[in-house]
């Protein structure tokens, strides 16, 4: 008995490895002493920049144009609100007058070219309709559809455009 | 026991990081000895004493000092993580049917090599013993443990932890002999 208990008394001489010790206690105590005052900091400024992010953000979305026009040492002339009416007035107008001349191109050249077929198909067939200029100048158009449409039963359209072209 | 132990505690409870570090001190080689001889390797019963240590310090806000002492509470975390460690284990091989002879320990405290095999041969005959055994042999002769701390690290009376403590030294007598 008492050389059994001498003998598990040596198992007292069993001690941890040295370096496992350092190791084990640096990550136990390491870990709390970042959760105390070093955390806290941490959690600080982490929130205190998240904050100051979030303001720049909403800044940024709801005025930033318009806090940059008065901020920026650059004045910028495209954001001039008058220049731009004014601009916007005169594309307008320009519109219109083109729209103005197309028109009336459009027109002469109807009539020219509804008179060219019309003589055209006076030359080929006996059995073709009046001429449109006999009707009035309102039923113009009216007028040089049927015509058209008549021509294009006799005609095809590559004679057409080759008389044309002659 | 730590001198002064009581306050030590009371501080590490409330949170002193540094009583908390004499605590470990002292206990920490305690726990160390007691988990490697119920596991096999020195690695393992490394990984298992800081788990113990981490599990104490996660707990040790909720430590109540109800007249029982603080080594039987770490000695309670440290037989519940043995415990885990042979559940949670792969090939789960039970302790008793282990050979041994293959489990070279390292001690680079001994140097005297009639030393060293002496407490290999100890080792190797404890593991041997049920755990039961080995918790109460391990706590009353290498830790000195008086038997109401015995009884209630391992949750049982003090005529049982006797009757335990006597059953395991005659086996032990007997597996050494039998090595021999």
Known sequence: ????????????????????????????????????????????????????????????????FSTWRFLSPFKLSNLDTTGLKAEAQAVDVQIELTNLNYDEIINTVNLESTESVSALVKNKGKSA?????EQEEGNVTEGSVTEAEEISDTISIEEALEMLAK | MLDGELHIIKRAVEGDSSAFGQLYDHYQPKIYRFTLVKVSHREEAED??????????????????????FSSWLYRI?????????????ETVR?????????????????????????????????????EYQDVIMMRFVEDLPIRETAIALGKTEGAVKLIQHRAIKELKKTLTENH
Not at chain 1, 51 to 58: H, K, N, S
Not at chain 1, 129 to 133: G, H, I, S
Not at chain 2, 79 to 89: E, F, I, K, L, S
Not at chain 2, 101 to 122: F, G, N, Y
């Open chain 1, 1 to 64: 008995m008492e050389d059994i208990i001498k003998q598990l008394k040596k198992l007292q001489h069993i001690e941890p490895d040295r370096l496992f010790t350092e190791r084990s206690r640096a990550a136990l105590f390491g870990v709390q002493k970042s959760r105390g005052t070093w955390g806290l900091i941490l959690r600080n400024v982490e929130l205190g920049a998240s904050f100051a992010l979030a303001g720049i953000l909403i800044i940024t979305i709801f005025g930033g």
């Open chain 2, 95 to 131: 302790i008793e049917d282990t050979d041994p002879d293959e489990m070279p320990e390292k001690h680079p405290a001994h140097d005297k090599l009639a030393d060293k095999i002496e407490i290999e041969r100890t080792q190797k005959a404890l593991r041997k013993l049920k755990p």
């Open chain 1, 129 to 133: 309709p009046l001429p449109l200029f």
């Open chain 2, 48 to 69: 298992l004493t800081h788990q113990v240590f981490l599990k104490a310090l996660q707990s040790i806000g909720s430590y109540k000092d109800l007249g029982f002492p």
């Open chain 2, 78 to 90: 440290a037989r519940n993580q043995v415990v885990d460690y042979y559940r949670t284990r792969k």
